[in-house]
């Protein structure tokens, strides 16, 4: 899927909240690589029309604060900005959720959290995508080879230690986790691009 070409002429208009026709314009042109770039993000595909309308209602939110940088594909770079900053949200409150919560409520909370770039926010990200490709993996290794790649790589939890509690050399460890961090990159590979 290419990136669309906006019109300077478009945002311009589209500070002017009042102007219906542009944000239609807008939602025609941008709507179809908006769902693209949620998904390839890590939204579960049942989840992505609803994350893509939350990404646009952010972009309506927040368009008085882009500023073009001047560079080729400013706006599409900020459009990315939002929408990774909204699916960076999404999949922390599904890690939390238990139950699934949409509507009015998960509106209203998502209008609480800032849309800001934050090194904070990419840090967990990031952790949040390979921990969502980790399980997606999971099923393909053996239960000590991903406890050892869990425990070290998730936990964060010393080598030695883990080596212990399963009865196995610390260069099996080492090994499973290399196998296993080798397939989650395929993983986020295909997603992430």
Same mark, same amino acid.
């Given at each position: 899927?290419?990136?669309? $070409? &906006? @019109?300077?002429?478009?945002?311009?208009?589209?500070?002017?909240?009042?102007?219906?026709?542009?944000?239609?314009?807008?939602?025609? /042109?941008? $709507?179809?690589?908006?769902?693209?770039?949620?998904?390839?993000?890590? /939204?579960? +595909?049942?989840?992505?029309?609803?994350? &893509?309308?939350?990404?646009?209602?952010?972009?309506?939110?927040?368009? =008085?604060?882009?500023?073009?940088?001047?560079?080729?594909?400013?706006? @599409? @770079?900020?459009?990315? *900005?939002?929408?990774?900053?909204?699916?960076?949200?999404?999949?922390?409150?599904?890690?939390?959720?238990?139950?699934?919560?949409?509507? /009015?409520?998960?509106?209203?909370?998502? =209008?609480?959290? +800032?849309?800001?770039?934050? +090194?904070?926010?990419?840090?967990?990200?990031?952790?949040?995508?390979?921990?969502?490709?980790? $399980?997606?993996? *999971?099923?393909?290794?053996?239960?000590?080879?991903?406890?050892?790649?869990?425990?070290?790589?998730?936990?964060?939890? +010393?080598?030695?230690?883990?080596?212990?509690?399963?009865?196995?050399?610390?260069?099996?460890?080492?090994?499973?986790?290399?196998?296993?961090?080798?397939?989650? @990159?395929?993983?986020?590979?295909?997603?992430?691009?």
């Amino acid at each position: 899927m290419h990136s669309p $070409e &906006t @019109r300077p002429s478009l945002i311009v208009r589209l500070g002017g909240a009042e102007d219906q026709s542009a944000w239609w314009s807008f939602v025609e /042109t941008y $709507e179809p690589f908006l769902k693209h770039l949620v998904a390839r993000h890590g /939204t579960p +595909p049942s989840h992505v029309a609803d994350v &893509t309308q939350q990404v646009l209602i952010s972009i309506a939110r927040s368009i =008085d604060g882009f500023a073009d940088d001047g560079k080729d594909a400013s706006f @599409r @770079r900020w459009v990315h *900005r939002v929408s990774r900053n909204v699916v960076i949200k999404y999949m922390a409150r599904q890690r939390k959720q238990i139950t699934g919560q949409g509507g /009015t409520d998960a509106l209203l909370q998502l =209008d609480q959290q +800032p849309a800001v770039d934050d +090194p904070v926010l990419e840090d967990q990200y990031q952790h949040e995508l390979i921990v969502w490709a980790a $399980e997606k993996v *999971r099923s393909e290794f053996a239960p000590t080879s991903w406890k050892a790649f869990w425990g070290t790589m998730i936990e964060g939890r +010393p080598v030695a230690e883990i080596a212990g509690e399963l009865d196995v050399s610390a260069g099996s460890i080492y090994m499973s986790r290399s196998r296993i961090l080798r397939r989650i @990159r395929v993983v986020l590979d295909e997603v992430v691009q």
